[in-house]
């Protein structure tokens, strides 16, 4: 993933309105940008559902070298979804909820039955995090 040097995490006062507004727009333009090594998906990918193996993404391979790569890619993709996600949240509560989202947090399975973060009906996304 690009170093956080490069681009700063956007932060989020944890306030609805322009505030909520600025920052969506802040963390896509952030998020569009981070790719974990030899991957395709990006962090925004994944907090839209979009990255392989989410909801509305391609499909994980069913067997074999390319289901545990798909899946290897996709933990990684999570968790650095979700360290960038709690960086940017200036509200320690908010912070502390997604600190403690677990990878499988809610019976959301890929091919080979592994956990994988998932925050209401997609994947663990900052518009989640903020109705909650």
């Known amino acids: 993933m690009s170093s956080d040097k490069q681009f700063d995490v956007p932060k989020n006062p944890g306030k609805r309105g322009e505030a909520w507004d600025g920052f969506g727009i802040a963390w896509q333009e952030y998020a569009q940008a981070q790719f974990e090594m ?3 998906y990006s962090l925004f990918d994944v907090s839209e559902g979009r990255d392989q193996g ?3 993404g391609p499909q994980i391979a069913a067997a074999g070298a390319g ?3 798909g899946i290897s890619k996709r933990k990684k993709r999570q968790l650095a979804t979700q360290r960038a996600l709690s960086k940017a949240q200036e509200d320690p509560r908010l912070r502390r909820m997604i600190i403690n989202l677990a990878p499988g947090d809610n019976a959301t399975n890929d091919a080979a039955g592994d ?3 998932v925050a209401e009906h997609g994947s663990f996304s900052c518009e989640s995090v903020a109705r909650r």
């Open 38 to 40: 030899h991957d395709d």
């Open 54 to 56: 989410a909801v509305n």
């Open 67 to 69: 289901q545990r790569e």
């Open 115 to 117: 956990g994988v973060m």
